[in-house]
């Protein structure tokens, strides 16, 4: 059962599938809906219009005209939910479909491919559950100690932990921007809410550009945002608390830019504190996770039950902070996950800045406990669920930009080459980098699908 189950009253229904019947559609939904219902949401199983079917290369006209169609039925009461059958190879539709619900229309929705719809499994539908949950705002896991206030390093105080990354188009393409994402959790001591924000940033550019930003307004003078900010706000509104403490995990940044990315983005959020309040500095621990590498761990007898799983890789919550690890640096290898098929990666996880003077074990212990609360499946993760979720924003907000400058590709940070390039519009001009071209910034997410996990 989830935590807290999300309320669903008002959704509907498209088909972009010829041979999915309206019968067939309907009989899914109904489905789906009974799950979410056993699985502790509040969902009414009928539907505010009937299944709609149309044609993939209609998707706007069709999503527009049904959406004020549904409007006008529901008299200024919000539309919950989208629940979406998509064909199983659709192209462009996919895209498309999320790009107008959530930066022109204000709505999450739920796609399910063909395939599924025919071939219903229970598994399945408890799936596609957990994900609509989080879409409309519900919890699905929480750590016990949480509830009881009794996780170290966070429950003492208000803290909130950030999650960020930056996604690269792929190596042929010379002028698609990359893409930053930074999420920030939003409930406190549970920590399992995350709200995203996405931005566009020079081609290739590795540093976050909309951390902070400080522009000149004709009416008001000069004006500061940015992401961070922005975030630091939305907590405060949804706890009542100050965040007394920051946790920012960054993925994807490789050694030769620890020192490059530290200096420039925990500037950016002590720029983005101060800019709240003067003399407001909550202490900040900034940790690079890694998932790209070449160690792997073994148990020391693989005959010995005891210290290998089903798969015969080690333990999920191993933890190894020495002998291979590096001799002045903190950092440390922590296998969170269960091995399913092949030999487990652990995440590599460095510890640039501290002042929470948090100790080795704290620090694991809270890394590991946060790997079981990820929204999308009932298990551990093999990365921590705010680098999880800013590098799965970033892909989303990938079919945001407009189709001549979008290519559906995408690559993580950390993957290859240390491109500079042009600065993003606004904010200081991040080291080493030359001003060109101005880049596009993609169209701006509608106000309540940023408060919610819409990119899972």
């Known amino acids: 059962k989830m935590v807290n189950g999300g309320i669903v009253n008002n959704w509907m229904c498209f088909n972009f599938t010829r041979n999915v019947q309206d019968s067939v559609a309907r009989g899914f939904c109904y489905e789906l809906a009974q799950m979410c219902h056993i699985s502790g949401m509040t969902f009414n199983t009928e539907p505010i219009l009937p299944p709609y079917t149309a044609r993939p290369d209609h998707v706007e006209r069709a999503l527009k005209t049904r959406y004020s169609e549904a409007m006008t039925k529901l008299k200024g009461k919000e539309l919950d939910l989208l629940i979406v059958i998509l064909p199983d190879n659709n192209g462009s539709l996919y895209g498309d479909l999320k790009r107008i619900c959530e930066t022109e229309l204000g709505l999450v929705s739920q796609c399910c491919l063909t395939k599924h719809v025919f071939k219903m499994s229970k598994q399945y539908l408890a799936n596609v559950a957990l994900k609509i949950n989080v879409k409309v705002g519900g919890r699905n896991t929480v750590l016990v100690d949480a509830l009881s206030r009794r996780i170290p390093l966070v429950s003492d105080r208000p803290t909130i932990i950030f999650g960020a990354d930056v996604t690269h188009p792929h190596p042929g393409e010379d002028s698609s921007p990359s893409i930053a ?124 039950r005891q210290t290998i799983d089903r798969s015969g890789n080690i333990l999920p919550g191993t933890v190894v902070d020495s002998k291979i690890c590096h001799p002045t640096e903190f950092d440390f290898y922590l296998c969170s996950h269960a091995g399913i098929q092949g030999t487990s990666r652990p995440a590599h996880y460095h510890v640039l800045w501290d002042e929470n003077k948090f100790t080795a074990d704290g620090l694991q212990s809270l890394t590991n406990n946060l790997c079981y609360t990820y929204a999308r499946c009932t298990r551990s993760v093999s990365i921590v669920p705010p680098a999880y979720y800013a590098h799965l924003a970033a892909f989303r907000a990938r079919f945001y930009m407009e189709p001549e400058t979008s290519d559906s590709g995408s690559m993580a940070s950390g993957a290859a080459g240390r491109g500079g390039g042009a600065v993003a519009r606004g904010g200081p001009r991040a080291p080493g980098v030359g001003a060109g071209a101005a880049v596009r910034p993609l169209p701006a997410l509608k106000e309540n699908v940023k408060k919610v996990m819409f990119y899972c």
């Open 181 to 304: 994402a930074v999420v920030a959790s939003q409930d406190w001591p549970e920590v399992t809410k995350y709200a995203g924000l996405v931005c566009a940033q020079a081609h290739r550019q590795e540093l976050i550009q909309d951390l902070f930003k400080v522009w000149q307004d004709p009416v008001r003078g000069t004006v500061t945002g940015g992401m961070v900010k922005e975030l630091l706000i939305s907590f405060r509104r949804a706890t009542g608390q100050k965040p007394q403490r920051i946790i920012f995990y960054r993925d994807g940044v490789s050694e030769g830019q620890f020192y490059q990315v530290l200096l420039y983005e925990l500037d950016a959020i002590r720029k983005a504190c101060a800019s709240l309040e003067p003399n407001y500095q909550p202490p900040v621990t900034f940790v690079v996770v890694q998932k790209r590498h070449h160690t792997r761990l073994f148990a020391n007898n693989h005959n010995d």
